[in-house]
């Protein structure tokens, strides 16, 4: 896992007490876009089940992960893909 990776896991760990949580370095699909690097840790997908989400909307819940990851987004960080769940809504 990259730095960043561990960042943002740790982050979410400690933010949302997650029951499943998976962050994927997605930057090498993102070569050449806006907000890419040459040396990656841009473009992250995270899967996300949690109880905190209970009882939150999708905008809510994206919002306190952008939150939480802010001062990701300030050193670099340009996009999430988010796959946000509270328990009951993962099959």
Request: proline share 4%.
């Amino acid at each position: 896992m990259s730095p960043r990776a561990e960042r943002i896991h740790a982050a979410l760990t400690q933010g949302f007490a997650p029951l499943r949580l998976e962050v994927v370095d997605d930057s090498h699909r993102h070569a050449g876009h806006a907000g890419a690097r040459p040396e990656g840790e841009t473009h992250y997908s995270v899967l996300l089940v949690s109880e905190a989400f209970i009882g939150m909307n999708r905008v809510a819940r994206s919002r306190a992960v952008h939150e939480a990851l802010a001062s990701e987004f300030a050193g670099g960080l340009h996009a999430l893909a988010l796959t946000l769940r509270a328990p009951a809504e993962v099959a």
